[in-house]
Every structure is written in structure tokens, then in C-alpha cells.
């Protein structure tokens, strides 16, 4: 029945400090830049090289979401790279900080931890060679 993700919807704070970070810093390109003015809200779809997509949200007064402690729901946003060191070292010459790599106990693949401007926990998992 389900094939694949098609996208996971954000809603930032700061659209465009997540507008830069998504696009500029991690690289995903646009598809869409929408402004809903009855909203007060802008729609940014935003594509990964699998055509798998993100769709960035602002909305005015948006309560934050509880992230840590460990809260129920959405834990983490995943993104599959060839290579965590080198991706790690590439996000912290942008001025992010990025947590040590570990290595995940079933798998053996390494992966990293960082956040987006809105501290939503993201994730480079190393791809299985």
C-alpha cells in the first residue's frame, strides 16, 4: 500500500532563517514559494535529489513544540548522506553545532545529530554500503 515518504511538513518560526538553512546550508532545492495572505502564511516546497519533498510553514503565533526531554510524537527528521564525517564537518563550517557521530547498534552505520533555527532534531545517517 505505501511506497515511500512524500514529504514532512515544518512549521518554523523564523521563515527566513529556516528558508536560508534548509535551502542554502543543507541544499534543498525549490519547487514552490506560495504567500497565503487570509493565512499570513507562506508555503515553501522544497525537494531532496530522491524527489522525496519538505513543505516549510509560517504561521503567525505558532506555539513552540516540546522537543526535549524526549516528548511524544515526530522524534527526529532523518537524512540519508554517503558520508556523516564529511557532511558533519561541512555543517559545522557553516557555524552549526553539531553533536559527536555514533554508530547505530543494529545497523553499524554511523549517523549525527543537529537542529534546524528552530532546535527540531535532524539526522544524517551514513547509507548502507
Do not use: N, W
Not at 34 to 55: F, N
Not at 119 to 129: S, V
Request: charged fraction near 30%; hydrophobic fraction near 40%.
Amino acid at each position: 500500500m505505501l511506497k515511500r515518504i512524500h514529504h514532512a511538513a515544518i512549521i518554523c518560526s523564523d521563515y527566513r532563517a529556516s528558508k536560508d538553512f534548509y535551502t542554502r546550508i543543507l541544499g534543498l532545492s525549490v519547487i514552490a514559494e506560495t504567500y497565503r495572505a487570509e493565512r499570513v502564511s507562506y508555503k515553501l516546497d522544497l525537494a531532496l535529489p530522491d524527489g522525496s519533498q519538505i513543505e516549510l510553514f509560517s504561521f503567525p503565533d505558532a506555539p513552540p513544540r516540546v522537543s526535549r526531554p524526549e516528548a511524544q510524537g515526530l522524534r527526529h527528521l532523518a537524512f540519508e548522506v554517503d558520508d556523516v564525517s564529511a557532511c558533519k564537518t561541512i555543517l559545522e563550517a557553516q557555524g552549526l553545532e553539531v553533536e559527536d557521530i555514533r554508530m547505530d547498534e543494529v545497523t553499524g552505520q554511523h549517523f549525527v545529530f543537529f537542529a534546524d533555527p528552530d532546535g527540531l532534531p535532524l539526522e544524517l545517517y551514513e547509507a548502507m554500503r
